[in-house]
């Protein structure tokens, strides 16, 4: 494996980790709503009403319902996530020693998490 190959390994798992960190974001942010504040919250651009006070009020908070996940889009990331930490992984244990040196472990983006 190449120095190359690891750099490229290691951009698809840094970008994987930014879409999950993204869905982590807006599924917490709505969590958090619902915990404090289920009657000021609705999911905007979908065809169920709720009555006026849980939309119309200057508190009420709402999350468009196309940017809620589904299960198989969590799913299908997760996976990416698991496949993508793997080859990057498998493309760092494959450098020698050398290249490794003048270069960041995978650890730092596998243990950066801080959501």
Do not use: C
């Not at 960190?21 to 919250?41: A, E």
């Not at 589904?70 to 996976?79: A, D, G, P, R």
């Not at 020693?97 to 959501?115: E, F, G, H, V, Y």
């Amino acid at each position: 494996m190449s120095a190359e190959g690891y750099l490229t390994a290691r951009t698809k798992f840094s970008n994987t980790l930014a879409e999950l960190k993204q869905m982590v974001d807006v599924i917490g942010s709505v969590g958090s709503v619902l915990r404090d504040s289920p009657d000021r919250f609705i999911f905007a651009n979908q065809p169920i009403g709720l009555p006026m006070e849980a939309t119309m009020t200057s508190d009420a908070r709402s999350t468009d319902a196309g940017a809620w996940p589904s299960v198989e889009k969590i799913m299908m990331l997760l996976k990416r996530y698991h496949d993508e930490k793997v080859a990057m992984q498998n493309a760092w244990d494959a450098l020698p020693q050398a290249t490794k040196d003048a270069m960041k472990s995978p650890n730092d983006l596998i243990k950066r998490r801080s959501w």
